[in-house]
């Protein structure tokens, strides 16, 4: 049996059900498929216990997407992003400086979210609008872009034709293979940890990376978790030292990550399970084939640092969306492809090449060039020029709103 739809996408993760809805609610009739079905309960196997800082590009299309006011009363708002510099020695914070949103912004940086409760809500939303048909438990198979549409099969033995297939199917993304688009990869030799703890300082709102030697490791705001401050933390080390701390009882591993965060909140409670993960960085050679775009991971993939991943992927999803409803009779063709990779290709170079760079340098083992690391903390923060810059930088903005 062979469908049609205006667009296919191959995978639903965040980036990829955040497209259906944002297509959907435009009224496009898409197909969203994954193998994997979504797990959207926190204390369910599986799981996803990583957060994601929605900035506000990344809201504006949520609620293009229909969805941010059900998504609102779940988030923390990210009013200042502070970095700390650690000694290795002492394990105290030798240099701390502090970004504010409302210099550059009359809202906050952006918002926090579990990430099982954006499955959640995207789900949610999808099964609200008629002209979208998610299929968990089905994947991509084979890809052929032809010049009037796509043609795809289906691991259930059907196949869909389609104007425009969407690739969110992650790092080793199946559609980015079966078009030919190579990859080029770095490993760093890291693992990252994330879980959600608890604190006795309340984090008022701030977010904090602590770099040093190894990773940085970063609280970022929730809202309370039993009545108590409560904070989301990705920890990036070397892979062995990471493995290691899956396996330290709960006592120890408390005391560990308390001592790692130089005590900013206090000593830190585990308020969740732990999960792992391998940090690499990653980048398309191109984002587009026949009837092809690549989106989220399929497209690139950096180190958690900055709050860049998601909202770089969410960038590529209203980038598409904005050339979609400028000339719906154009979706997927040739025009609107090559307009879509000079949208976007540069800017993802940019951010690729920056986070691999700040993440080397969280690495740094020698004391010169921890000193280095510091140093130009420092003067990134004392030029206000350049610190308003970058701030917008981080936003995904070329201006204050």
Partial sequence: MTETCDILISGGGIAGLTAAAAFGTAGFHVICVDPARPVTDREADGADMRTTAMLQPARALLDRAGVWDALAPYGAALEVMRIADAATDTGTAREVK???????????????????????????RLADLPNVDFRPGTGTTRFLGRTTEARVSLSDGSAVRARLVIAADGRGSPMRTAAGIGASTRRYGQKALAFAVTHPIPHENV??????????FTLVPLPDHDGLPCSAVVWMDDGPKSVGRMTLDTPAFEAEMSERSCHILGPLTL????????????????????????????????????????NMSLADTATLLDLA????????????????????????????????????????????ARDARAFGLNALHEVAPVRKTLMQLGLGVTRAH
Avoid: C
């Avoid at 502090?98 to 926090?112: H, I, K, M, T």
């Fill in 98 to 124: 502090e970004f504010r949103a409302s210099d550059v912004s009359d809202l906050p940086f952006g918002w926090n979210f579990p990430n099982w409760r954006l499955r959640r809500a995207l789900t949610e």
């Fill in 207 to 216: 977010s904090t990376e602590v770099h040093r030697t190894g990773g940085p």
């Fill in 271 to 310: 308020a969740s399970r732990r999960t792992i993960w391998p940090i690499i960085s990653q980048m398309a050679e191109r984002l587009t084939g026949t009837r092809l775009a690549l989106i989220a991971e399929a497209a690139h993939v950096v180190p958690p640092i900055g709050a860049q991943g998601l």
């Fill in 325 to 368: 409803q400028a000339r719906p009779d154009a979706l997927g063709d040739a025009d609107m492809l090559t307009a879509y990779q000079k949208a976007r290709f540069s800017d993802i170079r940019m951010r690729v090449t920056g986070i691999d760079l700040l993440n080397r340098a969280s690495q740094a083992t020698s004391p010169m």
